[in-house]
T-cell receptor
Framework: GAGVSQSPRYKVAKRGQDVALRCDPI?????LFWYQQALGQGPEFLTY????????KSGLPSDRFFAERPEGSVSTLKIQRTQQEDSAVYLC?????????????FGSGTRLTVV | DQQVKQNSPSLSVQEGRISILNCDYT??????FLWYKKYPAEGPTFLIS?????DKNEDGRFTVFLNKSAKHLSLHIVPSQPGDSAVYFC??????????????FGKGTKLSVKP
């Protein structure tokens, strides 16, 4: 597609429920990033994939968070046993390798609310 | 500890005048700096970038200045237009050394351009 697509746009989960957030990057983009944006804050890095390899997961806040990109295209961010502090907008971004000067292209995000 | 700081949460400017958005950083290992614009309910949109080896980059109405000795950068918008009203995020890339690095964002500055 023309842009980075994320689904669902909105998700309400009961505390303790597992959720899965999907990201479809721009076709051909090698790099894929997940960010978490809390209300009134800037996006915070969660994890980074180059093709199917997860090269950096240092930003994942706990072992309840898991991300995968098995075929090097679509990625899923899974949160197990959701907590209220997980409420945030989850942003996915993709880019071609070596083109940071053109920026990373972000999707519109998934707004997760844990009740 | 915040590595990228935007100390002004908001800025109001008259249409046609100059908007100056400021950003400070602490990590001298950052190799690229980017500005993103964000409208409500949308993902951040890339605006302009600058390499750490440059001190200025210009694209139409947007100019970014980098002062490495002061660890400070600024975004100038001239002339400002009402459509520029949005939240502006400053971001810095930490290079992994060969592969792409992740972006570290400030908290954002909300710009309001009044007609």
């Amino acid at each position: 597609g023309a842009g980075v697509s994320q689904s669902p746009r909105y998700k309400v989960a009961k505390r303790g429920q597992d959720v899965a957030l999907r990201c479809d990057p721009i076709s051909g983009h090698v790099s894929l990033f997940w960010y978490q944006q809390a209300l009134g804050q800037g996006p915070e890095f969660l994890t980074y994939f180059q093709n199917e390899a997860q090269l950096d997961k240092s930003g994942l806040p706990s072992d309840r968070f898991f991300a995968e990109r098995p075929e090097g295209s679509v990625s899923t961010l899974k949160i197990q046993r959701t907590q209220q502090e997980d409420s945030a907008v989850y942003l996915c971004a993709s880019s071609l390798t070596g083109t940071v000067n053109y920026g990373y292209t972000f999707g519109s995000g998934t707004r997760l609310t844990v009740v | 500890d915040q590595q990228v700081k935007q100390n002004s949460p908001s800025l109001s400017v008259q249409e046609g005048r100059i908007s100056i958005l400021n950003c400070d950083y602490t990590n001298s290992m950052f190799d690229y700096f980017l500005w993103y614009k964000k409208y409500p309910a949308e993902g951040p949109t890339f605006l302009i970038s600058i390499s750490s080896i440059k001190d200025k980059n210009e694209d139409g109405r947007f100019t970014v200045f980098l002062n490495k000795s002061a660890k400070h950068l600024s975004l100038h918008i001239v002339p400002s237009q009402p459509g520029d009203s949005a939240v502006y995020f400053c971001a810095a890339r930490r290079n992994y050394g060969g592969s792409q690095g992740n972006l570290i964002f400030g908290k954002g500055t909300k710009l309001s351009v009044k007609p």
